[in-house]
T-cell receptor
Framework: SQTIHQWPATLVQPVGSPLSLECTVE??????LYWYRQAAGRGLQLLFY??????ISSEVPQNLSASRPQDRQFILSSKKLLLSDSGFYLC?????????????FGQGTRLTVV | KQEVTQIPAALSVPEGENLVLNCSFT??????LQWFRQDPGKGLTSLLL?????REQTSGRLNASLDKSSGRSTLYIAASQPGDSATYLC??????????FGAGTRLFVKA
């Protein structure tokens, strides 16, 4: 069966520090991968998605970047965090080859920038 | 531009009550609609997936309907329990790779 791992679960970082959040998927090949951010009391905002190794699409201009160095690994990064980067970050995957597919989510990372 | 709206934003009901959560979307060109549950501080758990050609899906006490032409979906929860307390999110998959989410309905079931 497929599983998705996301870590760390919580993170407190000072303003200006770098960030690296990692997401890995097991049990499937060539998935679509996604990073979302959820602000308190609001819906999910799509940040990045990837349809293959090295292929990254950015949805909103921001202080973050994403990379996909391996088929089932998706990394969210920042060189210098801002206070506004605080939030709940969720990684997700879906099967790429079919349109009518479910999205599956990791357990999320609570990032607090202080 | 596809937008997803969920009503109500929050709901409190006594245990045992049947309830309906509503989701509406502005563009009927979707591949599927998915309902998720999110517990506080946790990730999303997929509850039901309705493909664009389907009208409803059922899982246990949950039933989700889809009326694509009117841009509406409902999630029906029968005989609610305190363990059903969570935020319920509706999401649609338009053509492309994205999934568009509503802001969710926060449900509290009182014992």
């Amino acid at each position: 069966s497929q599983t998705i791992h996301q870590w760390p679960a919580t993170l407190v970082q000072p303003v200006g520090s770098p960030l690296s959040l990692e997401c890995t998927v097991e049990g499937t090949s060539n998935p679509n991968l996604y990073w979302y951010r959820q602000a308190a009391g609001r819906g999910l905002q799509l940040l990045f998605y990837s349809v293959g190794i090295g292929q990254i699409s950015s949805e909103v201009p921001q202080n973050l970047s994403a990379s996909r160095p391996q088929d089932r690994q998706f990394i969210l990064s920042s060189k210098k965090l801002l206070l506004s980067d605080s939030g709940f970050y969720l990684c997700a995957w879906s099967v790429q080859s079919l349109r009518n597919t479910e999205a599956f989510f990791g357990q999320g990372t609570r990032l607090t920038v202080v | 531009k596809q937008e997803v709206t969920q009503i109500p934003a929050a709901l409190s009901v006594p245990e045992g009550e049947n309830l309906v959560l509503n989701c509406s979307f502005t563009d009927s060109a979707i591949y599927n609609l998915q309902w998720f549950r999110q517990d506080p501080g946790k990730g999303l758990t997929s509850l039901l997936l309705i493909q664009s050609s389907q009208r409803e899906q059922t899982s246990g006490r949950l039933n989700a309907s889809l009326d694509k032409s009117s841009g509406r979906s409902t999630l029906y929860i029968a005989a609610s329990q305190p363990g059903d307390s969570a935020t319920y999110l509706c999401a649609v998959r338009p053509p492309g790779f994205k999934t568009i989410f509503g802001a969710g309905t926060r449900l509290f079931v009182k014992a």
